[in-house]
């Protein structure tokens, strides 16, 4: 069955790859992305709308113009340090945006939504493996955004029958097999293209901070998810 499926954020390191796989996949895809993180090239699979979560008139016309089976939203601001220093932007962007494009689904009777979460959730880890039981207590403003939504989720799932999943995810590392998609940030923060920058001499150096964790040498451990 051939399903219309918007990926918000689409233009993005994540939605990009979700909307090749869709479109692979022979799915109608659409994206919504604001191209904020000015990455256009990204958005080759399927029709790409330039619009940002937050304009609801964009959202109607949208939602009035497609009838979407689902949505895969991946749309966020997500610097950790930016997010303590600007908060509003995260509350704004990552909340309010999400609030808006759920009333635009409830009101087109949309009801499918996947949403990209964070482990930064999780905040310090209790124990490992973190498991989804581990208890939620974000330490920055970013996972505490994304916490918010989680909540705002299980009562919209509750209150209006929407049908919703959260994937929590660690960082995402990995590319495109065929090469025409990879991870992309300015400023780049990931470890991985920043390691792989040092490595092509494209920057100077890379640090890794901590000396003391209680691993064989100390430095730090973290998880990551491959494609
Ligand atoms: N990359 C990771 O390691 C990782 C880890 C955990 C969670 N996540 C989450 O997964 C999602 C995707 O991450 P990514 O690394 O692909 O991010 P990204 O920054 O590459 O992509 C986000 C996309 O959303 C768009 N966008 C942002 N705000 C928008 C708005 N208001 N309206 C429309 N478009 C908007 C941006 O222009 C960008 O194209 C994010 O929600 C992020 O918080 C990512």
Do not use: W
């Amino acid at each position: 069955m051939k399903n219309k499926i918007l990926v918000v954020g689409g233009a993005g390191y994540i939605g990009s790859h979700m909307a090749k796989m869709l479109a692979c996949d022979k799915q109608d895809v659409v994206i919504l992305d604001n191209l904020s993180t000015d990455f256009r090239h990204l958005a080759k699979y399927g029709e790409l709308i330039v619009g940002d979560l937050n304009d609801t008139h964009c959202l109607e016309n949208l939602f009035s113009t497609h009838a979407f089976n689902g949505i895969i939203h991946f749309a966020a601001n997500s610097l950790v340090g930016e997010s303590m220093t600007n908060p509003a932007k995260y509350y704004r962007n990552n909340v309010s945006g999400t609030l808006n494009l759920l009333d635009v689904m409830l009101r087109h009777n949309v009801k499918n939504l996947i949403f990209s979460s964070t482990a930064a959730t999780f905040g310090e880890p209790e124990y490992t493996p973190i498991d989804e039981k581990h208890p939620q207590n974000p330490i920055n403003t970013y996972g505490t955004s994304k916490l918010m939504v989680e909540k705002i989720l299980q009562d919209y799932v509750t209150a209006y029958g929407l049908n919703s999943v959260c994937l929590r995810y660690f960082n995402a590392c990995g590319a495109d097999p065929e090469g025409e998609l990879g991870e992309c940030h300015d400023p780049e923060t990931h470890l991985i293209p920043l390691i792989l920058q040092a490595a092509s001499g494209k920057r100077k150096a890379i640090t890794v901070f901590g000396r003391d964790y209680p691993t064989e040498d100390g430095t730090c451990i973290r998880d990551y998810i491959h494609r």
